[in-house]
């Protein structure tokens, strides 16, 4: 574990900024923050980084408290309004970000090759930051927060201004990333993107924590549908035993179970007693269903 809050409390006079947050974070592991607008989501960000301090609670990074240097210099961040000196060049830029980062001279040309390349601004180094249009700018600030190697990168809306093929990209590098045993703390109102690449989501409303856990644990159901050649009672029996919900309507079957990795024992239950599968597809529900159900119970009185 590499972060960890126990009841961190921010409050702006009688205003609730986050209100005893409890939660935490693995190494190697993407972690996702949902919210909707004002709900806390920079509060706690900008709490984590140092940026902030807590009202009360306690946290602590690496086994440091919130704010320590040496932390500090473990972890990259991209807040979601950013403004960059447009008179300056995009390595200009990220070369003053690595003597914030205290980078060896030595190794940040290369370095700020590197992640130029990472970030599909490879041959734009060398023009000014204003001349780069939205997206331009939304990679070269994931460059910055991704400088210095971070074990954990903060993200706050890393593709809002990005393209589908941007957003995919920006995916990958997420991935590779988590590959690579580092970790993603990922701030995000794209819910489909969220469902794809976090181990871990919480869900933030009114300063609060309503909802946490893995994202195979908070969406665990779903709906298959399989078309059986040979459909007979033992292959409704033994579907039955692995899920539940069942409906058979000649050669057209459809149940729930709870576990994507229920699938492959229907398959086997089909094959087992003489069945031909000619079509499967599944459904569960999404992560947007499960936030939009969450936000409107946090609306109500």
Known sequence: MILETHELTKMYGDKVGCLEVCLSLDEGQIFGLLGPNGAGKSTLVKMLVGLLSPTSGSARLFGRPLGDTEVRRRIGYLPENFNYQPWLTAEELLRFHASLCGMEPVRTSGRIADVLDL????????????????????????????????????????????????????????LDRKRRGK????????????????????????????????????LPAAEVHMEIEGMCEAIASGLGRLGHDLRVEASHVTLHVDSRDAIPALVDVVVANGGRLMSLEHKRSSLEDLYVEVVKEGKRP
């Open 119 to 174: 970030v599909g601004l490879a041959g734009k180094g060398r023009q000014k930051v204003g001349t780069y249009s939205k997206g331009m700018r939304q990679r070269l600030g994931l460059a910055c927060a991704l400088l210095n190697d971070p074990d954990l990168v903060f993200l706050d809306e890393p593709t809002s201004a990005l393209d589908p093929l941007g957003r995919r990209e920006v995916r990958q590098i997420l």
């Open 183 to 218: 970790s993603v703390f990922l701030n995000s109102h794209l819910l489909g993107e969220v469902e794809m690449v976090c181990d871990h989501v919480d869900i933030i409303n009114r300063g609060r924590v309503v909802r946490s856990g893995a994202i195979d644990d908070l």
